[in-house]
Structures are given as C-alpha cells and as structure tokens.
C-alpha cells in the first residue's frame, strides 16, 4: 500500500522558514518523479514544485521561485521542500505528491498545514 506521510508544518512568522518532509513507503520511491502542491484556503490546487526521481531538474511555480527548494533523500525515502522567506500568502496545506507518470499525481499524503503570520 502506497503511503505518503508529510511532516514539519506549522505557524512561523513572514519571513521564517519550515522544512517539510515527506516519508513514503509501498512504492520503489527512487523509480518515481515527486511533487508538492498546496491548496490555500477557500482557494483550489496549485502545484508548488517537483523534482525527478534521480534528484535532478526540480521545478518551481513561479510564486515560489527562489525561496523553495525541493530536495529527497532515495536512500530514506524522503522527500523534502525547504521554505525560506515565507510570506502571508504561502499559508496554505501542503501535500507532497508521487507521480504517475508525467508529473501527474496518482497518490497524495494527508497534507501538513503551514500558516504565515504575524
């Protein structure tokens, strides 16, 4: 059974940063692309960013370009997203994603609830 549990949200101030991670289990994380999406409140799915299986060619939204970085560790099968500079507008649930097949999501996790404020 795929699972995908995320971890590291939380309340930080504008400006702070927060790790997420991701565990997975069930699946041959190494042999799959991943990917975080956020959904804020009262708002839809946005794709924040995803990164191949090897580890190489991550992309971000523009939204958080230069302030995110996604990361994984296929020896712990751990996907990370590490946020800096976080604003107001980053509050949303974070969900990481396993691809299944063009970066097109076929599990989620539960989600981890990251609020920015002051």
């Known amino acids: 059974e795929v699972q995908l549990v995320e971890a590291g949200g939380g309340k930080v101030q504008p400006g702070g940063s927060l790790r997420l991670s991701c565990a997975a289990s069930g699946f041959a994380f190494g042999l799959y692309d991943m990917l975080w999406v956020r959904q804020a409140p009262g708002k839809g799915l946005e794709w924040v960013s995803q990164i191949s299986n090897f580890g190489d060619s991550p992309t971000y939204a523009d939204p958080v370009k230069g302030r995110f970085t996604i990361s994984r560790d296929n020896a712990k099968n751990t996907l990370y997203l590490q946020m800096d500079s976080l604003k107001p507008e980053d509050t949303a649930v974070y969900y990481c994603?396993?691809?299944?097949?063009?970066?097109?999501?076929?599990?989620w996790g539960q989600g981890t609830q990251v609020a920015v404020s002051s």
């Open positions: 994603a396993k691809s299944g097949g063009w970066y097109i999501p076929d599990y």
